[in-house]
C-alpha cells in the first residue's frame, strides 16, 4: 500500500471533527464490539462445538489452567491431561497464547466460558496488532483500520480455530502481520526496525512452531533477494544479528526445553502427509472461498465470498480500466497475492519437497496467511486507489459487506453445529473423533484420556502399527504411503507397571505433578513405568531418597527400586530451563519498556493516532 497523495487529501477535507478511526478509544472500542458480537451467538449456545485439532488444544489449555492452581505456572510434563502420565507434549509445542484461555478458564470456573472470552480477546488482539503492523507501513490510518477487520475475520483466520480447532496457529496469526512486516524491513526495507522482526517473529515463536518455520523460509527468500539486489549492506548484517539475538533471548524460555528434549527423546513426531494431494486446485480454491461456510471440510483455502469476488473483480478492472492500468505498484501487490495462490495450490510441485525439511509444515495451506494478506492489500490499495464514482462511499459499503458476511457465516456455523448435535450429522462426529457437544464435564473426561496431538511426543518406539496385515511394523518413510491399518500406544495406555519383564496389576496414578506407583514386592526390582522418559525426570522412594532412573530401549521411564515398595516420579527442570525462564521475563519487560518509552517520545515511525 502506497502512501500517495489520497491520505494528504483526506486530511486537506476533513472537518474539525474527529473521524471515528481516529479516536483510541472510539477505534478499539469497535475493535472489542466486533470481537464480543462475532462469539456472542456461540457463547449463548452454553456448548462449545469441537473440531479435529480441538482433541489436542482445549487439554493443553486445561492443563495450563490446572496447573495454575497448584502453583505450576511453566508446563512442562501433563498431569491432568493426556493419559496423566507425564505426556511431554508442552516441550515441543509453545504456550503463551492459551496462558491467556487457561486464566479466563479459571476466572470464570467453566471450561466452554472461558474458551469463548478466550476467542474474543483473540479477535481483539489481532486487530489491535494488525492495525499497528499496517499503520507503520501505510503512514494511512483508514487504511489500517480497514485492514485490521479483514484480517481479524477473514474466514481463513476465524475459520481456523473455529472450524478446525487449530488454536496454536490462530494465535500465532495475531502476530503474523508484524512479523511479516518486521521481516521486510530487515531485509528490505528500514532496517533499523530489526526490531519489528524481533517482536512479532517472538511472538509466533512462542505460540506456533510451524507457522514460525514459514517465516523463517520467507525470510531466507529475502535475504537472498537483498543479496540479488545488493540491498544486503553491513547495516544490515549488523541488523540481522541484533535481530536473531533478540529473537533467542525473548524466546529461550521454549527454546531451551525444547532443544533438551529434542537431542534427548527419539519422539514419534506429526503425521507426515502427502502434500500435492492435500493442495487444492484454482477452481476448488474458488468454489470454496465462494461457499462462504465456515463448515465445509476443506476450510483451509477458505477466503470468503466478499473478498473473493472483489479480488477477481478489482484484478479484471485493474488490466481493463484506465484509472489503474498503468499502476505498477497495484500490479506488485496483486501478482504477488496471484504467487502466493499458486503456491498454496497444487500447481505447485509439492512432490519434490515431499521428503525435504519443508515437509514437517504438513499442509501446503500454512503458507495461507501469506496468501491472505497479500490478497488484502491488494485490495485494500485498490478501494483507495480506484475511484467509484456510481457508488459514494464504497469503501465503507465494502467494509459492511464483508463484515456481515463474516457474521452469517458464524451464524451458519452455529446452526449447523446444533443440527449436529440433535443427531442428524452423525458422520461429522465420526470425522472428528470427538463429541458432538462439548460440556465442561466432557472435556474434562476427554482431556484425560486423550492421547492426539500428544502422540507425537512419546517415543518412536511405544507406537506399533498394523501395517498390510503385518503387526508390529514401524514405517520408515511416509506414512501415508505404507497402508497403516491401526496404531497403538498399548505400552501407555494400560497404565500398568512391569516388573523384571513381568507385566503387572500395579496401576502408575498421580498426585499433582508426582506420578507413583504402590505396593511394589519386596526385594530390588527393575520397574518399568507406563511413561515416556524426558530428560529431566527423578526419581525417590516414600523417603525422599533418591532412587536409579533410566529410560529403556523403547523410551519407557525404568527405575530400581533398592527394595523400597513406592516410586514417584517428578519433572524437575534444569538450571538451563530456569535461566531461559528469567532471561525471556527479563527480556520481554526490557522490550515492553523500551518500545513504550520509544512511542511516548515519538522516537519511531509509530504513526500517532492523530495522522492519517
Same mark, same amino acid.
Given at each position: 500500500?502506497?502512501?500517495?497523495?489520497?491520505?494528504?487529501?483526506?486530511?486537506?477535507?476533513?472537518?474539525?471533527?474527529?473521524?471515528?478511526?481516529?479516536?483510541?478509544?472510539?477505534?478499539?472500542?469497535?475493535?472489542?464490539?466486533?470481537?464480543?458480537?462475532?462469539?456472542?451467538?456461540?457463547?449463548?449456545?452454553?456448548?462449545?462445538?469441537?473440531?479435529?485439532?480441538?482433541?489436542?488444544?482445549?487439554?493443553?489449555?486445561?492443563?495450563?489452567?490446572?496447573?495454575?492452581?497448584?502453583?505450576?505456572?511453566?508446563?512442562?510434563?501433563?498431569?491432568?491431561?493426556?493419559?496423566?502420565?507425564?505426556?511431554?507434549?508442552?516441550?515441543?509445542?509453545?504456550?503463551?497464547?492459551?496462558?491467556?484461555?487457561?486464566?479466563?478458564?479459571?476466572?470464570?470456573?467453566?471450561?466452554?466460558?472461558?474458551?469463548?472470552?478466550?476467542?474474543?480477546?483473540?479477535?481483539?488482539?489481532?486487530?489491535?496488532?494488525?492495525?499497528?503492523?499496517?499503520?507503520?507501513?501505510?503512514?494511512?490510518?483508514?487504511?489500517?483500520?480497514?485492514?485490521?477487520?479483514?484480517?481479524?475475520?477473514?474466514?481463513?483466520?476465524?475459520?481456523?480455530?473455529?472450524?478446525?480447532?487449530?488454536?496454536?496457529?490462530?494465535?500465532?496469526?495475531?502476530?503474523?502481520?508484524?512479523?511479516?512486516?518486521?521481516?521486510?524491513?530487515?531485509?528490505?526495507?528500514?532496517?533499523?526496525?530489526?526490531?519489528?522482526?524481533?517482536?512479532?517473529?517472538?511472538?509466533? #515463536?512462542? !505460540?506456533? +512452531?510451524?507457522?514460525?518455520?514459514?517465516?523463517?523460509? /520467507? &525470510? *531466507? @527468500? =529475502?535475504?537472498?533477494?537483498? $543479496?540479488?539486489?545488493?540491498?544486503?549492506?553491513?547495516?544490515?548484517?549488523?541488523?540481522?544479528?541484533?535481530?536473531?539475538?533478540?529473537?533467542?533471548?525473548?524466546?529461550?524460555?521454549?527454546?531451551?526445553?525444547?532443544?533438551?528434549?529434542?537431542?534427548?527423546?527419539?519422539?514419534?513426531?506429526?503425521?507426515?502427509?502427502?502434500?500435492?494431494?492435500?493442495?487444492?486446485?484454482?477452481?476448488?480454491?474458488?468454489?470454496?472461498? #465462494?461457499? !462462504?461456510? +465456515?463448515?465445509?471440510?476443506?476450510?483451509?483455502?477458505? /477466503? &470468503? *465470498? @466478499? =473478498?473473493?469476488?472483489?479480488? $477477481?473483480?478489482?484484478?479484471?478492472?485493474?488490466?481493463?480500466?484506465?484509472?489503474?492500468?498503468?499502476?505498477?505498484?497495484?500490479?506488485?501487490?496483486?501478482?504477488?497475492?496471484?504467487?502466493?495462490?499458486?503456491?498454496?495450490?497444487?500447481?505447485?510441485?509439492?512432490?519434490?519437497?515431499?521428503?525435504?525439511?519443508?515437509?514437517?509444515?504438513?499442509?501446503?495451506?500454512?503458507?495461507?496467511?501469506?496468501?491472505?494478506?497479500?490478497?488484502?492489500?491488494?485490495?485494500?490499495?485498490?478501494?483507495?486507489?480506484?475511484? /467509484?464514482?456510481?457508488?459514494?462511499?464504497?469503501?465503507?459499503?465494502?467494509?459492511?459487506?464483508?463484515?456481515?458476511?463474516?457474521?452469517?457465516?458464524?451464524?451458519?456455523?452455529?446452526?449447523?453445529?446444533?443440527?449436529?448435535?440433535?443427531?442428524?450429522?452423525?458422520?461429522?462426529?465420526?470425522?472428528?473423533?470427538?463429541?458432538?457437544?462439548?460440556?465442561?464435564?466432557?472435556?474434562?473426561?476427554?482431556?484425560?484420556?486423550?492421547?492426539?496431538?500428544?502422540?507425537?511426543?512419546?517415543?518412536?518406539?511405544?507406537?506399533?502399527?498394523?501395517?498390510?496385515?503385518?503387526?508390529?511394523?514401524?514405517?520408515?518413510?511416509?506414512?501415508?504411503?505404507?497402508?497403516?491399518?491401526?496404531?497403538?500406544?498399548?505400552?501407555?495406555?494400560?497404565?500398568?507397571?512391569?516388573?523384571?519383564?513381568?507385566?503387572?496389576?500395579?496401576?502408575?496414578?498421580?498426585?499433582?505433578?508426582?506420578?507413583?506407583?504402590?505396593?511394589?514386592?519386596?526385594?530390588?526390582?527393575?520397574?518399568?513405568?507406563?511413561?515416556?522418559?524426558?530428560?529431566?525426570?527423578?526419581?525417590?522412594?516414600?523417603?525422599?531418597?533418591?532412587?536409579?532412573?533410566?529410560?529403556?530401549?523403547?523410551?519407557?521411564?525404568?527405575?530400581?527400586?533398592?527394595?523400597?515398595?513406592?516410586?514417584?516420579?517428578?519433572?524437575?527442570?534444569?538450571?538451563?530451563?530456569?535461566?531461559?525462564?528469567?532471561?525471556?521475563?527479563?527480556?520481554?519487560?526490557?522490550?515492553?519498556?523500551?518500545?513504550?518509552?520509544?512511542?511516548?517520545?515519538?522516537?519511531?515511525?509509530?504513526?500517532?493516532?492523530?495522522?492519517?
Amino acid at each position: 500500500m502506497d502512501t500517495s497523495s489520497q491520505s494528504q487529501n483526506m486530511t486537506k477535507n476533513r472537518d474539525n471533527t474527529t473521524i471515528i478511526y481516529d479516536n483510541f478509544w472510539i477505534r478499539n472500542g469497535i475493535f472489542l464490539f466486533l470481537s464480543i458480537l462475532f462469539i456472542l451467538p456461540l457463547l449463548l449456545t452454553n456448548s462449545y462445538f469441537p473440531q479435529s485439532d480441538d482433541g489436542a488444544h482445549i487439554p493443553r489449555m486445561y492443563e495450563i489452567a490446572q496447573g495454575m492452581k497448584v502453583g505450576h505456572f511453566f508446563p512442562d510434563v501433563s498431569a491432568y491431561t493426556f493419559r496423566q502420565d507425564g505426556n511431554g507434549i508442552h516441550f515441543f509445542y509453545p504456550n503463551s497464547f492459551s496462558f491467556i484461555y487457561a486464566l479466563f478458564i479459571n476466572l470464570t470456573g467453566k471450561i466452554v466460558t472461558g474458551l469463548y472470552f478466550g476467542h474474543i480477546i483473540l479477535l481483539f488482539v489481532t486487530q489491535i496488532v494488525a492495525y499497528y503492523s499496517a499503520k507503520i507501513f501505510t503512514k494511512n490510518t483508514l487504511k489500517s483500520f480497514v485492514f485490521a477487520i479483514l484480517w481479524a475475520f477473514s474466514l481463513y483466520n476465524f475459520g481456523n480455530f473455529l472450524n478446525r480447532g487449530a488454536s496454536p496457529s490462530s494465535f500465532a496469526y495475531a502476530f503474523f502481520p508484524l512479523a511479516l512486516l518486521g521481516i521486510y524491513e530487515l531485509f528490505l526495507g528500514d532496517n533499523k526496525k530489526w526490531w519489528l522482526a524481533s517482536i512479532g517473529f517472538s511472538l509466533v #515463536l512462542l !505460540n506456533h +512452531l510451524v507457522t514460525s518455520f514459514t517465516l523463517v523460509i /520467507f &525470510g *531466507i @527468500v =529475502l535475504f537472498a533477494l537483498s $543479496i540479488y539486489w545488493k540491498k544486503f549492506t553491513k547495516e544490515r548484517l549488523i541488523s540481522s544479528v541484533l535481530f536473531a539475538v533478540s529473537a533467542f533471548l525473548l524466546t529461550c524460555s521454549f527454546l531451551i526445553p525444547f532443544a533438551i528434549q529434542m537431542t534427548n527423546v527419539d519422539i514419534l513426531g506429526a503425521d507426515k502427509r502427502n502434500m500435492q494431494a492435500l493442495a487444492a486446485s484454482i477452481y476448488r480454491i474458488l468454489n470454496i472461498s #465462494l461457499d !462462504n461456510d +465456515l463448515t465445509n471440510p476443506s476450510f483451509g483455502f477458505n /477466503f &470468503g *465470498i @466478499v =473478498l473473493c469476488i472483489a479480488y $477477481i473483480i478489482f484484478g479484471i478492472l485493474l488490466f481493463t480500466s484506465e484509472q489503474v492500468k498503468s499502476n505498477t505498484k497495484l500490479k506488485k501487490y496483486f501478482f504477488l497475492s496471484l504467487g502466493f495462490i499458486i503456491l498454496v495450490s497444487n500447481l505447485f510441485p509439492w512432490i519434490w519437497f515431499q521428503n525435504t525439511p519443508l515437509s514437517v509444515i504438513q499442509f501446503p495451506d500454512r503458507f495461507m496467511p501469506f496468501t491472505e494478506i497479500f490478497i488484502l492489500i491488494f485490495v485494500i490499495e485498490f478501494l483507495f486507489q480506484f475511484e /467509484f464514482r456510481n457508488i459514494p462511499q464504497f469503501r465503507t459499503l465494502f467494509l459492511l459487506l464483508f463484515t456481515i458476511g463474516s457474521f452469517l457465516t458464524v451464524l451458519n456455523y452455529k446452526a449447523d453445529n446444533l443440527t449436529i448435535v440433535e443427531g442428524t450429522k452423525e458422520f461429522r462426529k465420526v470425522r472428528s473423533q470427538l463429541p458432538n457437544e462439548f460440556s465442561d464435564k466432557n472435556i474434562k473426561e476427554m482431556a484425560k484420556r486423550s492421547n492426539f496431538g500428544g502422540n507425537d511426543y512419546i517415543s518412536e518406539k511405544q507406537m506399533t502399527y498394523t501395517v498390510n496385515d503385518t503387526k508390529n511394523v514401524r514405517p520408515s518413510t511416509n506414512v501415508f504411503e505404507q497402508g497403516i491399518i491401526s496404531a497403538s500406544t498399548s505400552g501407555l495406555d494400560e497404565k500398568v507397571a512391569y516388573i523384571d519383564g513381568e507385566k503387572s496389576q500395579i496401576m502408575l496414578y498421580n498426585q499433582d505433578y508426582t506420578f507413583m506407583v504402590n505396593n511394589l514386592p519386596n526385594g530390588d526390582h527393575t520397574v518399568r513405568l507406563p511413561m515416556t522418559w524426558y530428560k529431566g525426570f527423578e526419581a525417590t522412594d516414600n523417603n525422599g531418597t533418591k532412587l536409579e532412573l533410566q529410560k529403556d530401549d523403547d523410551g519407557y521411564v525404568v527405575v530400581n527400586t533398592k527394595g523400597q515398595p513406592q516410586i514417584k516420579v517428578q519433572y524437575i527442570k534444569s538450571a538451563a530451563e530456569k535461566m531461559g525462564i528469567c532471561i525471556s521475563i527479563l527480556s520481554w519487560i526490557i522490550t515492553i519498556a523500551t518500545v513504550g518509552f520509544m512511542y511516548f517520545r515519538n522516537k519511531t515511525q509509530l504513526v500517532k493516532d492523530d495522522e492519517v
